[in-house]
């Protein structure tokens, strides 16, 4: 198989479990905003301060493009990549893409003290993240091959549910 491709919110465990599940699988593991810190030299929270998050989008359209044109990786997206219809386009048509599924009230619990995603600096970010969720669902079960549940105990039981479907539909 060419490319694993994660998908799903802020706080799901895209590069958590992405980093792993690479090991595991003898893959290379790219983490897309990794991707785009290392190309501009600052952090994600400092290109949405200088350039918006329409320059952002820009980037992650580009480093998506080209990192799914690559052999050999599992790929961590950032929980909006979903949002340009041709970023899905790219993504479901180059990789099998897994949708990380997990309750908003965990992903609350799993963000609410890191200071490293720009979208939660509002005076409310437990709402946010719970209209992100209801907004983004769709989308992401929109190009999901495979829909697993990554809200319940430790990332080690998340990959072997992920293992387990790409055995069962015949991509590992
Ligand atoms: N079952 C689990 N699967 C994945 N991450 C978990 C789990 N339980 C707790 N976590 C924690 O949740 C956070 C997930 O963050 P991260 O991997 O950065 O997610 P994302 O890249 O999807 O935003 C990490 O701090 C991780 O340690
Ligand atoms: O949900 C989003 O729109 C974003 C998620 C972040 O990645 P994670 O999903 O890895 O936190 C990062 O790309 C940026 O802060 C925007
Ligand atoms: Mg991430």
Known sequence: MDRIILI????????TIGRELA?????????????????????VPTIFEIEGEEGFRRRETQVIDELTCTPGLVIATGGGAVLSPLNRTMLAERG????????????WE????????PLLRVPNPRERIFALHRERD??????ADIIVDGGRG???????????????CGKA
């Open 8 to 15: 799903g919110m802020m706080g799901a465990g895209k590069t």
């Open 23 to 43: 090991k595991r699988c003898g893959m290379r593991f790219v983490d897309c905003d990794h991707e785009i810190e290392a190309r501009t030299g600052v952090s």
């Open 96 to 107: 099998v893409v897994i949708y990380l599924n997990v309750p908003p009230q965990v992903l």
């Open 110 to 117: 799993r963000t609410r003290h890191d200071r490293n995603r």
């Open 138 to 143: 769709p989308l992401y079960r929109e190009i």
């Open 154 to 168: 430790n990332p080690g039981g998340t990959i072997r549910q992920i293992r387990k479907a790409l055995e069962i």
